[in-house]
C-alpha cells in the first residue's frame, strides 16, 4: 500500500523537525508492505522553517507558499498534485492508497501510522480513521466527536465551571457525549469505534473515498472542514473511525495560538459555515436558539474580560483585540 502524509506548517520550525524525525521513524515499522511518502506545505512561515525541511530532510517533498493559504486549500494543493480533485482525473492509477492529513505539532508514537493504515486495508468500508491522541503531558485528548449540536455550543462559551457547586458537574458535562465525547473506556482500550468525524490533527483518509466525495471544502480557511469531510463520507456510506491503538502526540495549537483571536474569528466563521452548510442536521429551529445563545455567551465573557482589565489582569489591548473579535463572530452570526 502506498501512503502519502501532508504536513501543512505555519511558523512552528522545531515542532515541524520533531514531526518529521517521528513520522520517518513510525515509517520504518512498516516497511515490506507499506511506502510512506511525505509533502510539507510551508504556509509562509519566517521563522526558517521551509529553509530547515530542505537542508535537514531531502527525501520529503517540499512547497513553500508566498501567502498562507490556510490549512484548508494547501491541503488540497497537495491531493490535486497527488492525483486527486477534477484537474487530477488523468493521473487518478498513480494516486496513494491512502493519505493523512498531519498536524505539525504532533509527533507519531511508535508503529502508528502502521496500525492506522492496516485498519483501513483490513476494513474497507471505512473512509477515514483517525489515533488516539495525547497532550504533552501524555494525558488523553479526545481526538474524534461527535457532530456539535446547541449543548455542546453551550459548554463552549458558558463558563459556568466558575459557579459555587457546579464545578464538578461541569466537570462530568464536558466529558459527556452532550458535549460530543466518546468515552474514556473505549479511548483507553484497543477496539477501533465508529465515530462521527476526527481531528484534522490526524486524519487518515482512504483514497477512493476521496475519489467519491471530494476535496476539503475550501470555504472553511481552518477549522470544521475535517467535520465536514467526514460527514460527506458517512453520508456516502464510508464510516469514520477512532483506531485508539494507533497514538499520537499533539502539542495543540501551536499555530493557532500566535494569531489567538483571529483563530476564534476563524473558528466560528466555519461553525456557521458548517451550521448553514448542513442544514439536514441544523433545521430552522436550531438557529433560531443558536443566535442568542451566541449572544449570551459572548456577552457574559466580555463582561468577565472587563473584569479582568478593571483588576488589571488584562491589558487594554488584549481587551480591545478580545472584544473586537467578539463584535466580528456576532455579525458572522447575523
Known amino acids: 500500500m502506498r501512503l502519502a502524509v501532508v504536513i501543512v506548517s505555519y511558523n512552528v520550525r522545531d515542532l515541524l523537525r520533531r514531526c518529521l524525525q517521528s513520522v520517518c521513524a513510525s515509517a520504518r515499522h512498516c516497511k515490506g508492505w507499506l511506502s510512506v511518502d511525505v509533502t510539507v506545505v510551508d504556509n509562509a512561515s519566517h521563522d526558517g522553517s521551509a529553509q530547515m525541511v530542505a537542508a535537514e530532510f531531502p527525501h520529503v517533498k517540499l512547497s513553500a507558499m508566498t501567502d498562507n493559504l490556510g490549512f484548508t486549500r494547501a491541503n488540497n494543493f497537495v491531493l490535486r498534485g497527488l492525483g486527486f480533485g477534477a484537474d487530477g482525473e488523468d493521473r487518478a492509477a498513480s494516486a496513494p492508497d491512502l493519505v493523512l492529513l498531519l498536524n505539525p505539532d504532533t509527533e507519531v508514537m511508535d508503529d502508528a501510522l502502521g496500525k492506522l493504515a492496516a485498519f483501513m486495508r483490513?476494513?474497507?468500508?471505512?473512509?477515514?480513521?483517525?489515533?488516539?491522541?495525547?497532550?504533552?503531558?501524555?494525558?488523553?485528548?479526545?481526538?474524534?466527536?461527535?457532530?456539535?449540536?446547541?449543548?455542546?455550543?453551550?459548554?463552549?462559551?458558558?463558563?459556568?465551571?466558575?459557579?459555587?457547586?457546579?464545578?464538578?458537574?461541569?466537570?462530568?458535562?464536558?466529558?459527556?457525549?452532550?458535549n460530543g465525547r466518546y468515552s474514556r473506556r473505549q479511548w483507553l482500550g484497543v477496539a477501533p469505534f465508529q465515530v462521527d468525524f476526527v481531528l484534522g490533527a490526524a486524519l487518515m483518509a482512504r483514497g477512493d473515498s476521496i475519489r467519491a466525495i471530494g476535496l476539503l471544502d475550501e470555504g472553511y480557511f481552518m477549522y470544521c472542514e475535517e467535520m465536514d469531510w467526514c460527514l460527506r463520507m458517512g453520508e456516502a456510506g464510508l464510516p469514520t473511525y477512532a483506531v485508539p491503538a494507533a497514538q499520537i502526540l499533539h502539542f495543540e495549537g501551536r499555530s493557532s495560538s500566535q494569531v489567538r483571536w483571529q483563530?476564534?474569528?476563524?473558528?466560528?466563521?466555519?461553525?456557521?459555515?458548517?451550521?448553514?452548510?448542513?442544514?439536514?442536521?441544523?433545521?430552522?429551529?436550531?438557529?433560531?436558539?443558536?443566535?442568542?445563545?451566541?449572544?449570551?455567551?459572548?456577552?457574559?465573557?466580555?463582561?468577565?474580560?472587563?473584569?479582568?482589565?478593571?483588576?488589571?489582569?488584562?491589558?487594554?489591548?488584549?481587551?480591545?483585540?478580545?472584544?473586537?473579535?467578539?463584535?466580528?463572530?456576532?455579525?458572522?452570526?447575523?
Open 122 to 178: 483490513d476494513n474497507r468500508s471505512a473512509g477515514a480513521c483517525g489515533p488516539r491522541l495525547h497532550y504533552e503531558d501524555g494525558t488523553l485528548q479526545h481526538g474524534a466527536f461527535a457532530f456539535p449540536g446547541l449543548a455542546q455550543v453551550a459548554l463552549d462559551l458558558l463558563p459556568l465551571a466558575g459557579l459555587p457547586g457546579l464545578s464538578r458537574l461541569m466537570q462530568r458535562l464536558l466529558q459527556s457525549r452532550l
Open 263 to 334: 483563530s476564534f474569528e476563524r473558528l466560528w466563521a466555519s461553525r456557521f459555515r458548517f451550521f448553514r452548510k448542513h442544514a439536514h442536521l441544523y433545521p430552522h429551529g436550531f438557529h433560531l436558539l443558536l443566535r442568542p445563545l451566541v449572544r449570551l455567551g459572548l456577552a457574559w465573557n466580555g463582561w468577565n474580560a472587563r473584569r479582568e482589565f478593571a483588576r488589571g489582569r488584562l491589558s487594554g489591548d488584549r481587551l480591545g483585540e478580545q472584544l473586537d473579535a467578539y463584535a466580528k463572530v456576532l455579525d458572522l452570526g447575523g
